[in-house]
């Protein structure tokens, strides 16, 4: 039975014309009210995260904190979401990572990251990365309070006491010149820094003084950069402890000399006590992969090679008593690359850096051992990749300089480098390249005979020894008269691991260079 009063305005009625399926219609004109629409997840997910941002990101005096006790028992306060280590004063940041001497500590958190990207970081880690004190070598104890306050603040915010290892040193070397802050710009902007910390630590440190007020004079216009370097001349004013135990008491009559190559090393000698010290301002350790490497399109920049001579100087050509550590897999890949990009000053660096610390440990290892297998090669490749190239005058200047690397390296049997030499003895690529085509050709036939002495004796039997020709040998004496007849006298007889195409020393007075602290 239908109720006898009429349903409220705006309500739904039902229709009971069918019981079984009731139907449900509302007042004409009446529409549903709406509701709140369905989210996505996407969209769930997004609030969510923007409700997280803002708290987190609060005003301190509107953000939510939360009571901890710490090991004592006394309430603290802790910020949402971050660790107690990024509440820490920046400072102390600092101190901590410095201590650590670990980038990951900066890829662990966006705080500290932010904390310890600073200028002042970066010089302090290039300093403390390249800069030995001495201290377990032979140089003279420290005995100027005045110049160790002066180290302390130089290489602060670190602390002075920090010792490294070679191993350490090598990997903060490598850790610092893997980041993308150490450009070459930066780099060099502290070897005028690292150059006078040696001259304090290994001069005034040591207790000598300078003997003529001019010298000092002279020494404070040189570190102005008014003046270039000069031999100066200086007296021990405090002896060694250990001296003074040996009663040896003649130390103040013993002279020592300074010579200083800008950026580069300084050198202090002493006749009396035969002490020849060489202090390098870049204590280089190991050589970067990308820097050995290159670009596989762009090939090598002017800046990037710039940088490895830079490396090159300091370090020094007689050896410094310590190897440098690099892959030499990565090294060849840089070499084929300069082949490829054409970039002869690039591949000049590159062969130079191979030659000279391959070879420098295969002689000192020859010194350890009454018999050695091992000699120097290059891999046979280079000079297929290089006979491959055009134009042809290109691929032999390339050639050339593969050449002057390691000669005996030059595969006798390889088809592509025997078809390049005939064409080029039969002047199909010009008639100026038919000399060296042919000798190439009789040298590919000599070759196997003494290959072996080559490599057993380089230095007396290879055509080519650090770059210089053997003009004792028959091959040696027709390279210079069939392949580089124009040459200048003594271009090709002496050694190029000592002339270089960017060296840093040159700079020292240069006025568009002057590098700011």
């Not at 953000?63 to 920046?90: C, D, F, K």
């Not at 570190?223 to 002896?239: A, H, N, R, T």
């Not at 250990?242 to 000698?269: K, R």
């Not at 199909?428 to 060296?436: D, E, L, S, W």
Request: net charge neutral; with cysteine.
């Amino acid at each position: 039975m239908p109720s006898p009063y009429p349903p409220p305005s705006g309500t739904r009625k039902r229709t009971e014309s069918n019981p079984k399926h009731q139907q449900i219609s509302y007042e004409k004109g009446r529409k549903p009210r709406g509701g709140r629409p369905l989210l996505s997840f996407a969209d769930l997910e997004s609030r969510k995260n923007a409700r997280l941002a803002k708290r987190r990101w609060k005003e301190p005096g509107e953000e939510e904190e939360h009571e901890e006790r710490n090991a004592t028992g006394t309430p603290r306060l802790r910020r949402h979401g971050t660790s107690l280590l990024e509440q820490l004063p920046v400072e102390i940041i600092e101190k901590v990572f410095l201590y650590a001497l670990d980038t990951n500590l900066c890829r662990a958190s966006p705080y500290i990251a932010a904390a310890v990207s600073s200028e002042r970081i970066y010089r302090t880690l290039i300093r403390l990365a390249f800069w030995d004190d001495g201290i377990s070598g032979s140089s003279l104890p420290l005995q100027n309070a005045d110049v160790r306050n002066w180290l302390e603040k130089t290489l602060q915010p670190a602390d002075y006491t920090m010792r490294l290892g070679d191993a350490e040193r090598v990997h903060l070397q490598a850790t610092v010149l893997r980041c993308k802050w150490c450009t070459k710009d930066r780099l060099e902007a502290q070897l005028p820094t690292l150059m006078h910390m040696a001259i304090q630590r290994h001069w005034f440190g040591a207790g000598i003084a300078m003997s003529d007020p001019a010298d000092q004079a002279s020494l404070d216009r040189f570190l102005s950069k008014k003046e270039d370097s000069k031999l100066y001349e200086g007296v021990l004013s405090s002896p060694p402890s250990s001296a003074a135990n040996n009663n040896n008491h003649d130390n103040n009559n013993n002279t020592y000399y300074m010579s200083i190559i800008p950026l580069v090393s300084v050198s202090i000698n002493c006749a009396e006590k035969n002490i020849r010290q060489v202090h390098r301002v870049l204590n280089l350790r190991v050589l970067p992969d990308h820097l050995l490497r290159g670009n596989k399109t762009t090939g090598f920049s002017d800046s990037t090679i710039d940088l490895l001579e830079t490396f090159r100087r300091a370090y020094g050509f007689d050896g410094t008593g310590h190897d440098v550590t690099f892959s030499r897999a990565v090294l060849q890949q840089g070499i084929r690359n300069a082949v490829l990009t054409q970039n002869g000053r690039a591949l000049t660096t590159l062969l130079k850096i191979d030659e000279f610390f391959m070879r420098r440990r295969l002689e000192t290892s020859s010194t350890t051992t009454s018999s050695s297998t091992e000699y120097y090669v290059l891999p046979a490749e280079h000079f297929v990749t290089a006979a491959k190239l055009q134009p042809a005058r290109d691929a032999i200047e390339l050639f050339k300089l593969l050449l002057r690397c390691n000669a005996e390296s030059v595969p006798p049997d390889s088809a592509e480098v025997t078809q390049w030499a005939m064409e080029l003895s039969e002047g199909r690529q010009g008639p100026q390249n038919v000399g060296f085509g042919r000798w190439l050709l009789d040298f590919m036939v000599e070759l196997p005979r003494h290959i072996d002495g080559a490599r057993q004796r380089p230095r007396e039997e290879a055509l080519f020894y650090y770059g210089a020709v053997n003009v004792h040998s028959r091959a040696g004496r027709q390279f210079l008269d069939e392949v580089c007849p124009g040459a200048l006298p003594g271009e090709w007889q002496q050694t190029w691991i000592q002339k270089m195409s960017f060296d840093i020393s040159k700079t020292w007075l240069l006025p568009n260079v002057d590098i700011q602290e």
